[in-house]
């Protein structure tokens, strides 16, 4: 074979290998496209079946307190209070379906270092971070982007103050120590920091109130306290802004 054949023969693999490249990328990158608008989408299923069944629950307590008197009305109330019920628990195992496979496009974006522009996943309100305890020990300034919750010693429950996913959950030797951030959609985070312990996953979905782990000392800390951060902007750990304005009137648990 002459040595032009042999060039020809190699330079054509060397386009054929990168063609196979560049096919895999653009193969990956329509997989995470795809896998972003499923994101959305279950998030936007998620919240239209939370939101519908708070409203039908509302109809249940409505039925039930109202007082007995018509008897073709109490038959008529009997058979709305056992269709909410029905269409409430079909509800119910939709939306766990919907929260699990949620979960897992979660992780496999995650994995790759992406996630889509979710919508809000929250209702507004917010929850208190920490179990029982309510002493700002250190609040927000240009030069401490978080405020600090001293829990003397203890260490109790860590909270999610809103609904989200959670997007870290370790220590990735910061200075915030063991810490968990959650994406709340729209661009809004919140970090948890100098954790003791852990108990959220990355991917995982979370109601307001779900702990997250316990308060501790871990990282740049000099006693137990958490240290909470709050951004409208996406950078959670940089651009941030004063989460006090959100949690002062949080519901205490």
Excluded at 130 to 142: E, K, L
Excluded at 239 to 251: C, V
Aim: net charge negative; glycine share 10%.
């Amino acid at each position: 074979m002459s040595k032009i054949k042999i060039v020809s023969i190699v330079f054509l693999l060397f386009i054929f290998s990168l063609g196979i490249g560049f096919t895999g990328l653009n193969s990956n990158s329509i997989q995470a496209d795809e896998l972003k608008n499923k994101q959305v989408k279950l998030a936007e299923e998620i919240i239209k079946s939370i939101k519908f069944q708070k409203e039908i629950q509302n109809e249940l307590e409505t039925i039930k307190n109202k007082q007995q008197g018509n008897p073709d009305d109490l038959n008529i109330d009997l058979t709305l209070e056992k269709t909410f019920q029905k269409t409430l628990e079909n509800l119910q195992i939709q939306l766990l379906k919907d929260k699990m496979e949620f979960q897992l496009v979660n992780q496999q974006l995650l994995s790759v270092g992406q996630t889509a522009a979710l919508p809000y996943l929250g209702d507004g309100s917010y929850v208190w971070p920490v179990d029982g305890y309510f002493n700002v020990s250190q609040g927000y300034s240009g030069r401490h982007k978080g405020v600090d919750i001293n829990t003397l010693g203890a260490h109790p429950s860590v909270f999610a103050v809103q609904t989200g996913i959670v997007t870290k959950a370790m220590d990735e030797g910061d200075g915030f120590g063991n810490k968990v951030v959650i994406y709340h959609g729209e661009n809004k985070y919140t970090l948890y920091a100098h954790l003791d312990t852990i108990k959220a996953k990355v991917g995982q979905y979370i109601d307001e109130g779900t702990v997250l782990g316990t308060v501790g000392n871990t990282g740049n800390s000099d006693g137990d306290h958490l240290h909470i951060q709050l951004t409208f902007s996406g950078d959670v750990e940089n651009n941030t802004i004063n989460p006090w304005d959100y949690i002062k009137s949080a519901e205490k648990k």
